[in-house]
């Protein structure tokens, strides 16, 4: 089974929009991490957000938000006020077992590409 | 330095040749990862180090791929008698690993965009 699944191979945003990237985990640790990051056309990887199981609030970060949904195993990544910038692949990945247990490798979905128009 | 520096970005090699890759870790950080992107895919571990103690190498597809961080900072990857199918994006990152920092975020360098002829 796809331990991180991500549905939406491509978006488009109109500018000054908001936008939901999907990701659903599958995991069966109660102890676990979900991040985001961003690679551009450049090809860098950008850490955007970080979520943990236990937190009780969902994650915010600027224009960056985690809508996170434990029960339905889900991570989705909210942009508001879409800027031409954004227009990237966008990674949803998860760390596994309480921190330094399991190695904290990464495990990464297959990647949303984001486009915004002007 | 300032982030994860790797290099070369580039490396075009013909088949069964070898190659290393080398990382320079954020200065400080405990942990040393790498991963493997292919074209249009999310990254994929290989293996990761605490300071110069290879904790995890379950990610390395054989034993034509091998890792080392002798002083626990500069890592190498190296691929032996590299084959067509070794053509990728090779990813390092860095992390604080510390208990207190639950988040461990890893940070990525640019890449090296390996080519095999």
């Known amino acids: 089974a796809q331990k991180i699944t991500q549905t939406q191979p491509g978006m488009f945003v109109q500018e000054k929009e908001a936008v939901t990237l999907d990701c659903t985990y599958d995991?069966?640790?109660?102890?676990?991490?979900l991040f985001w990051y961003k690679q551009p056309s450049s090809g860098e990887m950008i850490f955007l957000i970080y979520?943990?199981?236990?937190?009780?609030q969902n994650a915010t970060e600027g224009r960056y938000s985690l809508n996170f949904q434990k029960a339905r195993k889900s991570a989705n990544l909210v942009i508001s006020a879409s800027q031409l910038g954004d227009s990237a692949m966008y990674f949803c990945?998860?760390?596994?077992?309480?921190?330094?247990?399991?190695?904290?490798?990464?495990?990464f979905g297959a990647g949303t590409i984001l486009r915004v128009k002007s | 330095g300032a982030g994860v520096s790797q290099s070369p970005r580039y490396k075009v090699t013909k088949r069964g040749q070898d190659v290393a890759l080398r990382c320079d870790p954020i200065?400080?950080?405990?942990?040393l990862y790498w991963y493997r992107q292919a074209l249009g895919q999310g990254p994929e571990f290989l293996t990761y180090?605490?300071?110069?103690?290879?904790?995890?190498k379950s990610g390395l597809p054989n034993d034509r791929f091998s890792a080392e961080r002798p002083e626990g900072s500069i890592s190498t990857l190296t691929i032996q008698r590299t084959e067509q199918r070794d053509s990728a994006m090779y990813r390092c990152?860095?992390?604080?690993?510390?208990?207190?920092?639950?988040?461990?975020?890893?940070?990525f360098g640019a890449g090296t965009r390996l080519s095999v002829l």
């Open positions: 979520q943990g199981s236990y937190d009780q």
């Open positions: 180090f605490n300071y110069e103690a290879q904790q995890d």
């Open positions: 995991t069966s640790d109660p102890s676990y991490g």
């Open positions: 200065s400080g950080h405990v942990s």
């Open positions: 990152a860095s992390s604080l690993e510390r208990q207190d920092l639950a988040k461990n975020i890893q940070y």
């Open positions: 990945a998860m760390r596994e077992g309480p921190f330094g247990e399991y190695g904290n490798k990464l495990v």
